[in-house]
């Protein structure tokens, strides 16, 4: 039996603060999920935090997006072990047909495209 994937776009723009609310169910555990994405200046980084939006819960703070490469990099594989082994989801921050930058800066962030939904396997 093959394991159906689903992902959500989530519309990046260049603004310094955004948020989204998405429902996904990693390995069939519903998550209604409030994601932070916030550009810390000093570093010149971008970072994502996700609540779980229902339990008022902070899952996970402050990682970096950082571009997938050849291979796509699981931003959230490090945190499988939330929500009793069911995880969070997978994420992948995917570079532009135009963006020679490997990780995005402040005023290129729109160029990239985040993906979030289904643990991938």
Do not use: C
Request: aromatic share 10%.
């Amino acid at each position: 039996m093959t394991k159906q994937l689903s992902y959500s776009v989530l519309p990046l723009t260049n603004d310094p603060y955004q948020v989204f609310t998405t429902g996904v169910a990693p390995d069939g555990t519903p998550l209604h999920a409030r994601i932070e994405i916030r550009h810390l200046t000093a570093p010149d980084r971008w970072v994502v935090s996700i609540f779980d939006h229902a339990a008022a819960t902070l899952l996970v703070n402050q990682i970096p997006l950082v571009a997938s490469a050849g291979f796509p990099l699981d931003l959230l594989y490090p945190f499988r072990h939330l929500r009793g082994g069911k995880g969070i989801g997978s994420m992948f921050l995917l570079r532009g047909g135009d963006t020679a930058a490997g990780d995005p800066g402040r005023d290129n962030l729109k160029q990239y495209t985040l993906l979030y939904g289904s643990t991938l396997g």
